[in-house]
């Protein structure tokens, strides 16, 4: 079960950060900011370190107003929505994001490609979710700390997008944890929670980027990379993980090994 995955087990957290990182930060940085890649485009990396992406399709769902567009832009380095909107149709985003894996013994070029829709298209057109869902790794439910309707209804998302046989790394991501004031959502439910359902709960800032900010040096892409990694480097070192069950590599069920010591933490 995804509960099984130990935090740190599989990927080395904060690698990217790390100087061992800094030629695969540098790939993913253009003029102290995250670089935005085309359709074609990949980080460039010297030839030792080069190798094809591990590719992985990630459907958002949640409902309308938890902030799918806006992570979505912040884990990609991209600026927030000024203010909320209803996304039409399907919008789908690409993030790079190395990762030192520890079976691996080497850093992998993770392709995340997140595909995120309003809840008006996805209830409006049949044809929306199958598209979301075809050849997809996995899901993320979000809800939103500050509204307690999109957490009740987290028992209903995962039963309306997926199924027990669906071989899909399943993971629910809190919006706006750190608005703590406005929070309607308690830690207390946010445990029960994930021993009710044995998924995993992660975290994700409400304080978008501010728009039309310039390059700010590498200590302001670093805070950036800082920000995002602990949910990017989760995600991936799930997605390595299913692949590794899939493949034959672990026994079913088996837990996850004890993160070792590493230099770079």
């Not at 992998?108 to 929306?128: M, N, R, S, Y």
């Not at 939103?144 to 009740?152: K, W």
């Amino acid at each position: 079960m995804d509960m099984d995955v130990a935090p740190g087990s599989v990927v080395e957290p904060g690698w990217l950060l790390s100087p061992e990182g800094r030629q695969h930060r540098d790939a993913i940085l253009r003029k102290g900011r995250r670089r935005l890649f085309g359709l074609l485009e990949r980080p460039a990396l010297p030839p030792a370190l080069a190798a094809a992406p591990a590719a992985y399709k990630l459907f958002v769902s949640g409902k309308s107003g938890v902030g799918k567009t806006a992570l979505v832009a912040a884990l990609a380095g991209a600026e927030g929505p000024a203010g909320h909107h209803e996304t039409l149709g399907i919008q789908a985003t690409t993030v790079y994001w190395p990762a030192k894996v520890r079976d691996a013994g080497r850093p992998v070029l993770f392709q995340l490609d997140f595909w995120d829709c309003g809840e008006t298209a996805l209830k409006k057109f049949d044809h929306i979710l199958p598209a979301c869902k075809e050849e997809a790794d996995g899901v993320l439910f979000l809800f939103s700390f500050t509204d307690r309707c999109s957490f009740e209804d987290l028992p209903g998302q995962v039963a309306r997008v997926t199924r027990p046989e669906e071989n899909l790394v399943r993971v629910v991501v809190g919006t706006k944890f750190d608005l703590s004031p406005q929070a309607d959502v308690t830690e207390r439910d946010v445990a029960a929670f994930e021993r009710a359902w044995r998924l995993p709960v992660l975290r994700a800032s409400g304080a978008p980027r501010a728009r039309g900010r310039r390059g700010r040096g590498d200590a302001g892409a670093r805070a950036e990379l800082a920000r995002v990694a602990p949910l990017l480097d989760a995600l991936a070192e799930r997605l390595w993980r299913r692949d590794q069950l899939a493949a034959g590599l672990l026994p079913a069920g088996s837990p996850s090994p004890p993160p070792q010591a590493s230099p770079t933490q």
